[in-house]
């Protein structure tokens, strides 16, 4: 952008070193012409300096997306919790182990093993 407004300045000195008549026909149009590249490499500069502003932006928002995406999925994981139900048969005295989601967790207190036996499983639950 700067390499811009250093031709659009180098274009203005050709220009003037012309000496042509200001008020002529070819010194109206040539200094017309001169002044409109100066107005574009101006707004071309201000529109590279916004851009630049608006990366920086999205930048800084996508970072905080980011933490707010890794805290989220932190919150999950935390509501996420299993339980494990260890039953031991008192037939063969072999133990059975169940995980169930919290969502899952049954409301009768009482479960039966691979063997058919009935099991109290009241506060045998385990967080992990």
């Not at 109206?28 to 630049?52: H, M, P, R, T, Y």
């Amino acid at each position: 952008m700067g390499n811009l407004k250093s031709r659009v300045a180098y274009l203005q000195g050709l220009a003037a070193g012309l000496e042509m008549a200001a008020e002529s026909k070819e010194g109206k149009l040539l200094s017309g012409i001169v002044d409109v590249l100066v107005e574009f490499a101006n707004s071309v500069e201000e529109l590279g300096d916004s851009q630049d502003s608006l990366e920086d932006y999205l930048e800084s928002i996508d970072e905080d997306l980011y933490t707010l995406e890794s805290r989220l999925n932190e919150v999950e994981d935390e509501d996420d919790c299993e339980h494990i139900l260890e039953v031991e048969c008192p037939e063969c005295g072999c133990t059975e182990a169940m995980e169930i989601e919290d969502d899952d967790i049954p409301t009768a207190e009482l479960i039966r093993d691979h063997h058919g036996v009935t099991h109290d499983v009241a506060g045998q639950g385990e967080h992990f």
